[in-house]
């Protein structure tokens, strides 16, 4: 009885490569270098992988509120105690990576994952992080860790899709589903659907 209409598609990235120099090799010529260059400032951050963030939750909301403030697409708003739920959920193996310059952060960076999947949730930057290549640091520090732990596929979600798909990533079509407790206005609305979305381009 679920209706279903066209999302945004999702971008995946197969970890089938032994390690970064080999992935990089897959790259163009011209993404490779520019890969090489935007990753020496990771030489000037503090990096650390956490399932806590209680001292510095504040940050982290303020961090998220900018990121959403500047956002081409509008997302829901959501709370430090969500953050800080997910990564108290146990089944869910959460992780948020946060990313700072002496002792200011710049950048964090809540992860999901599974035996086969690392899924980038929320990427929340500040504007200062545009200078230290902050994105293109997390990009290859959570192939980094998709290598240690053996996963398979790194899916950074949607939006932002012209990097995603100069480092690699496929796009993956995705359908949102949906049910109206009125049969009859469930019958409508799944008939309505396909000309009530918009056409999705990269």
Known sequence: GFGAAPGMPG??????????????ARLSSSARKDMRRKLRAASALRIERRVEICDV?????????QTLMHANLTFEE???EYFEGVLRTEDCRASCTLYFE???L???NLLLENDDVLLDKFFCMAPEG??????????F???RYCLKRGIRTYYSGQAGYKNK????SELKGASMYFQHRNPLINLGLRAAAPLLSDDLHV
Do not use: C, H, M, Q
């Open 165 to 168: 798909v100069r480092l690699g």
């Open 78 to 80: 959501l709370t430090a």
């Open 106 to 108: 710049l950048a964090a």
């Open 102 to 104: 002496n002792e200011k």
């Open 130 to 139: 545009r200078r230290l290549n902050l994105y293109f640091v997390s990009w």
């Open 57 to 65: 939750r504040n940050e982290v909301l303020a961090l998220y509120r």
């Open 11 to 24: 971008a995946a990235l197969k970890i089938d490569f032994p390690d970064l120099d080999s992935y990089l």
């Open 141 to 143: 520090e959570n192939i």
